[in-house]
Structures are given as C-alpha cells and as structure tokens.
C-alpha cells in the first residue's frame, strides 16, 4: 500500500516534455498514484538521449518514476471510452494538451465531469484561455522570451540576448500545477465539488519575473523604471578569489558590519555612506559590488572560506552538475540516490526534496515505465477482457 498526504488519490496522466511530467512526478512522490497515458510514440522526451535503451532518455527517466504507462489512441472510439473510463475512477484528470485539442478529442472539463462530477480537471497551457493568445503554442524558450529571461540576460550584461540554460518555464509552472492539484483536492474535501483549474505558462512566469523586476514601473506614475537593479548588475556574480571563484553575499547590515570586522582591507568602507545603510548599498549597488570584488581578489578560495565562516557570511562554492554528486552535504542526507532499473540498470537519481515524519513519509517511487507497461494491467483492472485488449494493443502498434 502506498505511504504519503496523498496516498489513495488516483491521477490521469495526459502530459508530456517537462512541465506536466515534472508536476505529476512531485504528486507521485508525495504518494499519488499516476496513470500515464500515451500514443503509439511516447512522450517526446523518451526519445532525448543519452539514453541505454531506446525510449529511455535520462530526463524522462527522472520525470516519470512512480509511475505507470498505459497507451491508448484517443482517436479511437476504443481508446477514448478506455479513458474516460479511466476518468470516472480517477480524483484528477492533469493534462498540458491545449485546450482545443483536447475538447476536439471529446475531453473537455464538460464531457468529463459528466462521466464523474467530482472530477479535478487541470489545464496546463500556454496562455489564459480568456486572452487573444488562447490558442498559440508554448514551449519553455517561447515563453523566456514572451516574459523577458533574454531581455534580462542582455540587461545582465550578456553579449546578446539568451535564455536561461534551465527549462525554467515548465518547471516553475509545474510546481504552480502541483499546488493548484494539491489545493483542489482540500477544496473537494470540505464541499464534495470538482472543478476545472488552468495553469497557463505565460501568466505563471509573467508573474515570476515581475515579481523581481516590476520595479519603478510598480507606481502611477512611475518612480523610475523595470528592473530590481541588485539582480541586474554587471558585478553580481561568483566573486574571482587569487586562485579560483567563491560566491558570496554580503547583505544585510550584520553581514556588513561582520565583514568590516573580519577584513582588514574593508575597514575604510564602513565610514563610505554608500555601504553605511541598506538603502544606500541598495543605491549604489553596482560600487558596492566592484568594491567587494576587488577585495576578494586579495587571497585564496579558501582563505575567504575560512574566514567568511567564521564571520557568519553567506558564502558558498559554484559547483557543476557533477560536483553536485560528490557533494558531502547531499550525501549525508542521501539526497544523490542510486537504484537498479529493470531495464536501465544502475542509475543516479535526487529523492524528494522534502521529507515528511511518521506515517506521511511517502513510500518509495517506481521506475519510470516502459512504453505501455502497464496497458494490459490498468485495461484489465477496467474489466476489459484479454480479447479486446489483445485488439486494442494490436490497433495501437499498427497506427
């Protein structure tokens, strides 16, 4: 029996790429049981290598543990009753198709909830179905772009406009789809109602960056304009040491004080007005920022290391991906994983980034399915016989 807050609440899985499978995989982890269903292909993310086996590819291995793959045509009239019958036994129905795709298929919120009432269907989409962009595609770089991540980049200092090397996009709305699941589950709880949620990409980064850098342009009239000036300076960045690069923050005032304190070269700044006050830091953001830089020039990674410590400075290493994997802290807390895949052999997973006490604590995922290994289970457990399953599957692998 699965473990975790969501333990017994059955999930429809009608995602693909990042976004969606990102956000069922976290409901996955927290004890969800998640349907996933897929055409004849596969998500398209099986088929980005590296890869050991053909429809295995490493991001879609760590999107898609805990859960199980089920391919259906839903062009088909076998394959759309299937699932809608998979529908009626399911809490949430969590799909990234775009919303007129899926009402032409005849998975609309109102086709649906008439199969089951209490029906959790959430939209993730590109754009607000109630704006002129409705029906546009969307696809992380698309929307970097169409909320300013290259516009920043470029402010930032970069020699042209880029995107954040990250699919930022689909994974920061994922995580608003998780909430989104999460908070209608509750409401259901109190008031027995389904409902319709839309999780669009383009207002959910909208409010991501604008958040940061609605700046000046906050007041009417303005007080100056866009951009959260701390961010957008040329000198924030890992700091260069004598022999390396540490990334440091020194920012609030006993931050600064500790620092004037510990660094005898930094001693005549604390009467410059411009490091007096956070405000006035704040102001001068781009002086404070060289100065600082200058003086880490002064000794080694290390030193600064030991020093920073000791004066109770934020400070931390930059590490890559593979560091990352040797990292003690993320050892000790066995958050850098291994397990052996049936199919994929050894492979380097992350656990949950949240651990829960006593009973909560959620059971441990599966592998990321196969292609359709488990049609034949979840088909049967719809009482489909093996006939018309047999016939399904044969349909499905011609097509």
């Known amino acids: 029996m699965a473990t975790g807050p969501l333990a017994g609440v059955n999930i429809l899985d009608l995602t693909s790429v990042v976004l969606g499978p990102f956000a069922t995989h976290i409901l996955a982890s927290l004890g969800a049981q998640i349907v996933k269903v897929e055409s004849a292909t596969g998500d398209t993310m099986r088929h980005v290598g590296p890869m050991k086996n053909a429809g295995m590819g490493h991001i879609f291995l760590h999107a898609n543990a805990g859960k199980q793959s089920v391919v259906l045509d839903l062009k088909s009239a076998e394959g759309l009753e299937a699932l809608l019958a998979l529908a009626e036994r399911s809490d949430v129905l969590i799909s990234n198709v775009r919303p007129a795709a899926m009402a032409r298929l005849g998975l609309d919120f109102e086709s649906v909830k008439r199969r089951n009432p209490r029906i959790i269907y959430v939209s993730c989409c590109g754009f607000d179905q109630d704006g ?48 989104a699941v999460t908070a209608a589950l509750y409401e259901r ?62 920012y609030n005032d006993k931050h600064w004080h500790s620092f004037f304190g510990s660094v005898p070269e930094a001693i005549a700044l604390q009467t410059d007005p411009r490091f007096m006050t956070h405000t ?84 441990p995922l599966s592998p990321a399915p196969t292609l359709g290994q488990h049609t034949r289970e979840v088909l049967s457990s719809l009482g489909y016989t093996d006939a018309t399953i047999n016939k399904m599957m044969a349909q499905t692998h011609h097509k």
């Open 132 to 179: 002129p962009y409705a029906a546009k595609p969307a696809y992380d770089d698309l929307i970097q772009g169409a909320v300013g991540v290259p516009w920043l980049m470029k402010q930032y200092g970069s020699p042209e406009p880029c995107y954040a090397p990250v699919t930022l996009a689909d994974r920061v709305t994922g995580l608003h789809a998780v909430y």
């Open 189 to 250: 709880e109190k008031t027995g109602i389904g409902q319709a949620v839309v999780v669009p990409m383009f207002e959910a980064l909208t409010q991501f960056v604008l958040g940061d850098h609605l700046a000046g342009l906050s007041f009417e009239p303005s007080l100056g304009e866009a951009g959260y000036a701390r961010l957008l300076t040329a000198h924030r960045k890992p700091y260069k040491t004598s022999d390396g690069y540490l990334c440091v923050l020194i």
């Open 280 to 363: 006035a830091r704040a102001d001068n953001i781009d002086a404070v920022y060289a100065q600082v830089g200058r003086l880490m020039q002064t000794r080694t990674t290390a030193q600064w290391q030991v020093l920073l410590a000791a004066a109770d400075i934020p400070n931390m290493p930059i590490n890559s991906p593979e560091d990352l994997l040797r990292d003690p802290h993320l050892l000790a807390t066995g958050f850098i994983q291994t397990f052996n895949h049936p199919t994929e052999g050894v492979l380097r997973t992350t656990a949950r980034p949240t651990k829960w006490s006593n009973h909560s604590e959620p059971t």
